[in-house]
T-cell receptor, first 113, second 114 residues
Framework: AQSVTQLGSHVSVSEGALVLLRCNYSSSVPPYLFWYVQYPNQGLQLLLK??????LVKGINGFEAEFKKSETSFHLTKPSAHMSDAAEYFCAVIGGGSYIPTFGRGTSLIVHP | NAGVTQTPKFRILKIGQSMTLQCAQD?????MYWYRQDPGMGLKLIYYSVGAGITDKGEVPNGYNVSRSTTEDFPLRLELAAPSQTSVYFC?????????????FGDGTRLSIL
């Protein structure tokens, strides 16, 4: 069984400020973890993923995430927010051998000028 | 490379009508999925398929049907449309593997039932 919790349905930051979007997961087997971004009126796009190896994963558009097994977390960060980062962000987990990823409910990132 | 293509992009249906949402992918992916997305509720899995001729129910299959006659196509059928089926529908595909392959999503079909 697997589940994903994204803390905060909305996160608001000022342009240039740190972005931190939280994701905690549970999985009965070693997980693969993903962050997706959804811009208005578009489908989800892969931002980054953790499979094996280095626990700090770098993605597109300056985002990165760190896999912390002891905390069962995979938080997404970006040092300096840009207006173009305003979007919905989804964390997803899938256990090895499973067909079906489990998605969090999503976090809407709002960026103020 | 087109990726995952969904048609139509928008549709308005009357209660009781039927329609088919089309999904095609050109990446030769075995795994395909249909989701619905409602505001604040994330993605809910309707049906999925692990290859041509093989389909299975997801979390919310009632009122929907699917077929998978080819690797490329995975249409979703709504029979007797109801207002509760007003939503945005996304199709996704994924390469077969150990779970480390990401999903590729289409741009969605926005469906209103009136």
């Amino acid at each position: 069984a697997q589940s994903v919790t994204q803390l905060g349905s909305h996160v608001s930051v000022s342009e240039g400020a740190l972005v931190l979007l939280r994701c905690n997961y549970s999985s009965s087997v070693p997980p693969y973890l993903f962050w997706y971004v959804q811009y208005p009126n578009q489908g989800l796009q892969l931002l980054l993923k953790y499979t094996t190896g280095a626990t700090l994963v770098k993605g597109i558009n300056g985002f990165e995430a760190e896999f912390k097994k002891s905390e069962t977390s995979f938080h997404l960060t970006k040092p300096s927010a840009h207006m173009s980062d305003a979007a919905e962000y989804f964390c997803a987990v899938i256990g090895g051998g499973s067909y079906i990823p489990t998605f969090g409910r999503g976090t809407s990132l709002i960026v103020h000028p | 490379n087109a990726g995952v293509t969904q048609t139509p992009k928008f549709r308005i249906l009357k209660i009781g009508q039927s329609m088919t949402l089309q999904c095609a992918q050109d990446m030769n992916h075995n795994y395909m999925y249909w989701y619905r997305q409602d505001p604040g509720m994330g993605l809910k899995l309707i049906y999925y398929s692990v290859g041509a001729g093989i389909t299975d129910k997801g979390e919310v299959p009632n009122g929907y049907n699917v077929s998978r006659s080819t690797t490329e196509d995975f249409p979703l059928r709504l029979e007797l449309a109801a207002p509760s089926q007003t939503s945005v529908y996304f199709c996704a595909s994924r390469r077969e593997g150990q779970g480390n392959q990401p999903q590729h999503f289409g741009d969605g079909t926005r469906l209103s039932i009136l």
